[in-house]
Nanobody, 124 residues
Framework: QVQLVESGGGLVEAGGSLRLSCTASGRTISSYAMGWFRQAPGKEREFVAAISWNGDITKYVDSVKGRFTSSRDNAKNTVYLQMNSLKPEDTAVYYC?????????????????WGQGTQVTVSS
């Protein structure tokens, strides 16, 4: 089982940027597809982004397309989520997740390993 730890969250004004990191331990993530999800208070956890094992393929929820970019550095066992032009509606706890294999996942049930989450708060 791979262990995941997110970092990089915080408080930012609308229009600002943050970069989240997700560092894995226990196993190399080079054979894992990775995902980012978020959960706002009172809402279900929702898909944000997915990235293939080698970073060649990325997918995003429509609400973040053009603003968020996911990347990965397998040598550092780390996945990133660059978030630009942040909006108050992006406020949530952000989670990274790992799915063994080469097929992207888009649902929470697609992923077997999760981090503890990092809070992102965007003020208006």
């Amino acid at each position: 089982q791979v262990q995941l730890v997110e970092s990089g969250g915080g408080l930012v004004e609308a229009g600002g940027s943050l970069r989240l990191s997700c560092t894995a331990s226990g196993r190399t993530i080079s054979s894992y597809a990775m995902g980012w999800f978020r959960q706002a208070p009172g809402k279900e956890r929702e898909f944000v982004a997915a990235i293939s094992w080698n970073g060649d393929i990325t997918k995003y929820v429509d609400s973040v397309k053009g603003r968020f970019t996911s990347s990965r550095d397998n040598a550092k066992n780390t996945v990133y989520l660059q978030m630009n032009s942040l909006k108050p509606e992006d406020t949530a706890v952000y989670y990274c997740a790992a799915r063994i294999g080469f097929v992207l996942g888009f649902k929470t049930s697609d992923f077997g390993s999760w981090g503890q989450g990092t809070q992102v708060t965007v003020s208006s």
